[in-house]
Each structure stands twice: as C-alpha cells, then as structure tokens.
C-alpha cells in the first residue's frame, strides 16, 4: 500500500534547550507538523543542549542507522565537588581541595579514556529501563540495576584549563 503522497516524510535538526527532554521535543513537533509518525534519532539528557536528530514520517526507518553514529560532546568538569547525581545540577554532597595540577597532568590522565571501554551509565541519565528514563527513578530515591554500556572515544581535547574548571571536546 502506497502512503499519500503529502505526507511529510524527512529529517530535521533541532538545536534542543536545555530543560526539556527529547520526548518534550517530539512531542511540540508532532503537534505543529500534524503528524504522529515522529520519533528521534537518540536521547539527550534534560540538562543537555544539543543536536537533537528528529525523524519524520518514513525517514523514522533509518533511526536504527543514525544512533550508532559518532557523536561530539563538549562541556564542562568541576574538579573537587562531589554531587549525588554525578552532575553539575545535583546537590553537592562533598568539597575536596583540589591539587595544582599542571596541563601536562590532566592531559596524560585523559589519555586513560581513550579507546574501547565499557562504562556504567549514571542513575541520573535519559537512559531508559522498562520504558521509564533512569534520571525519573533516581528522583524517586529508586537505584536500578544497570549494565555497562560498550563506548569508544576516539578523540578527546582539553579546550580549556582554568582549575578548578576544565573544558573538553
């Protein structure tokens, strides 16, 4: 069976703020294109800013192919605070004295996230179990069992070195 030939069928890049999630974005989109076939090319935690990848129509076939892409992350690390959600908008639980680093120190510690490596995915990540986003059960006080998830960083630069702040790509 043929699909009409007006519908909307394609790709769009949205610059996703932060705060909302990415289901939040769908969902704006689906009532301003009039459409319910819809759907994103992978999640970005609610703090995230970024390329969200959204999939209109038959373009939402080609999902499975968009997600396995490389990605590009920047952002920001505050050495010496510790927060209960491993994030800048969690509440901070502990403060160390942060050592004076050089450059060079911070730049050979890099090298240990290079490559092929299995990390576990944080309670408080837009990862889904059951359906249900990690970061709405930790609200809850919920800790759920998580797999490692297979990673590879391929490339990784500091852009900025202010201790007790570092910015990376």
């Known amino acids: 069976m043929m699909s009409p030939p007006n519908e909307m069928c394609g790709v769009l ?19 301003k294109l009039k459409t319910r076939k819809i759907g994103h090319a992978g999640t970005l935690d609610p703090m995230a800013t970024g390329l969200l ?4 129509g038959k373009a939402t076939r080609i999902s ?3 997600i396995s892409l490389d990605k590009e992350y920047t952002g920001t690390i505050e050495l010496g605070k510790i927060t209960d959600s491993q994030d800048a908008e969690g509440q901070v639980m502990e403060t ?3 050592p004076a680093y050089t450059q060079k120190e911070i730049e050979a510690a890099i090298q240990s996230f290079m490559g092929d490596q ?3 995915p944080p309670m408080y990540s837009a990862i889904k ?3 249900v986003p990690l970061y709405k059960k930790a609200r809850k006080g919920e800790e759920v069992v998580r797999e490692p998830r297979f990673i590879r960083v391929s490339a990784y630069e500091l852009t900025r070195f202010a201790l007790p702040h570092l910015d990376f790509r």
């Open 13 to 31: 890049l949205v610059d996703k703020p932060t705060d909302h999630t990415s289901h939040d974005v769908v969902a704006r989109l689906r009532g």
């Open 53 to 56: 990848i959204i999939l209109v």
């Open 64 to 66: 499975q192919y968009l």
């Open 96 to 98: 160390r004295p942060v």
């Open 118 to 120: 299995y990390q576990m």
């Open 129 to 131: 179990i059951d359906g």
